[in-house]
């Protein structure tokens, strides 16, 4: 049993649904558990929609809906023969749902609104490639995850009920999967409420993971539109390459570092079970991928993570006391009910320094927070890179000396914070 992750781009227009056909025709004879995420960039399309409609701008969030819907349903009638009708009444349901919501006045949280709205993204290309797979005779059920994949009500950030969910794989999905594939979505899931709940963004390779543990599967596969795990990343580096393979510690520590190619939430449940990744193009279906596993691989080449949009908050206690394991673990805490992971922290005797994304809402509010225990300094426009496995010629070629406002070094990792 396979466990497989297509996310947006992999099936943002006719012709990337009808290549993700192609290949799933070639595991015709084996059924597969199917992750799918939101078409292209709907979940940020969608995030557009909720902050509209939460400002009280009702009428501009139901026209950005409509946007939506309207390429979805051109997306289907494009794509779809005969179970067209049947996919547009799917469609009509959710969008009902959302529309019915932003009908009312703001009554909930913004995260509670966030999900219920962002979810119908995944819901939404879910069915579509699901009935066009069943047309062109890729046998599958499609499967509202929401119905599984119970979590808590910490809306945006929901926490998955591990046990549930094991139950109600083996209850559900198991049996259908003897006989063909399941479709499903990635990144929700819902409480015992049924209210929608969303993982976090970029959460269905997670999703995919916890997939693949239920289902003691023989390995994970995430199709992205890259031939696998890269030196750098290929858009922003010409000199990004190709890693064979890695361990699962490779990517956590890469991951902590910022590299963007798979969720860090995603190892934890492979590694439980020591279930391999691939790291796989959908371009190039018969390239091999990256292998992730319990394997450590030797002599790997320097990986360089470039991260433009970062702040570096300077936090100093306010008598000048020593920063001791206190207020360290006051501030990791602070971090954490903001949801919010740094690349980069230096604690020196009387302050500490965190490198963040900044981020136009969250930033402001975690100084706000900070401000309560000490003074606090915000420095923004940065760019944080990122160096394992460094060696000179890197270092000489990448980071302007003059302008590095902090370093940090270890055995295999450079970091050098950068101002603009
Ligand atoms: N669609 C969601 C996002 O864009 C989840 C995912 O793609 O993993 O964040
Ligand atoms: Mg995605």
Not at 323 to 334: A, F, H, M, S
């Amino acid at each position: 049993m396979k466990v497989f992750k297509f996310g947006g781009a992999s099936i943002q227009s006719v012709e990337n649904i009808k290549n993700v056909g192609s290949i799933l025709k070639t595991y015709a004879n084996d059924p597969v558990c199917i992750i799918i995420s939101a078409l292209g960039k709907t979940t940020n399309a969608l995030e557009r929609v909720v902050n509209t409609y939460y400002k009280g701008e009702q009428a501009t969030a139901l026209a950005l809906f409509e946007e939506i819907k309207q390429s979805h349903l051109s997306l289907a009638k494009e794509l779809l023969n005969d179970r067209l009708s049947h996919t547009e009444s799917y469609l009509l349901d959710f969008f009902t749902e959302v529309e019915w919501l932003m009908h009312d006045r703001v009554v909930q949280s913004y995260d509670y609104y966030y999900d219920q709205i962002v979810c119908v993204g995944e819901l939404m290309s879910s069915t579509i490639v699901s009935n066009y797979l069943n047309e062109i005779g890729f046998k599958n059920e499609w499967l509202d995850v929401r119905d599984i994949l119970r979590t808590n009500d910490a809306f945006r950030f929901a926490s998955v009920d591990l046990d549930f969910f094991q139950n109600a794989v083996d209850q559900q999905v198991k049996s259908i999967l003897s006989e063909k594939s399941v479709i499903t979505q990635g990144f929700i899931g819902s409480t015992d409420e049924n209210e929608s709940t969303t993982l976090g963004r970029e959460g269905s390779d997670y999703s995919a993971a916890l997939f693949a543990h239920a289902l003691n599967a023989k390995n994970l596969t995430i199709w992205k539109d890259v031939p696998g795990f890269m030196t750098a990343d290929p858009k922003v580096f010409n000199e990004a390459n190709f890693i064979p393979s890695l361990s699962y510690q490779d990517v956590i520590e890469l991951s902590f570092y910022g590299a963007q190619v798979v969720h860090p939430k995603t190892i934890q449940p492979l590694l439980d079970k020591k279930i391999p990744l691939y790291i796989k193009s959908f371009i190039q279906p018969a390239e091999q991928g990256t292998l992730v596993s319990e394997q450590t691989v030797k002599g790997l080449p320097p990986v360089i993570v470039k991260k433009d949009h970062q702040c570096l908050i300077e936090f100093t206690t306010p008598d000048y006391s020593f920063v001791g394991g206190k207020p360290l673990q006051t501030l990791y805490e602070i971090l954490d009910n903001h949801h919010l992971t740094s690349h980069l922290i230096q604690v020196g005797a009387v302050s500490v320094q965190i490198c963040l994304t900044y981020d136009k809402n969250t930033t402001p509010n975690l100084a706000t927070s900070l401000a309560t225990l000490g003074e606090v300094n915000i420095q923004q426009n940065l760019t944080l890179y990122t160096i394992r496995n460094y060696n000179g010629t890197l270092i000489k070629k990448y980071i302007d000396n003059d302008n590095i406002i902090l370093l940090q070094q270890t055995n295999n990792t450079y970091q050098a914070l950068l101002k603009n």
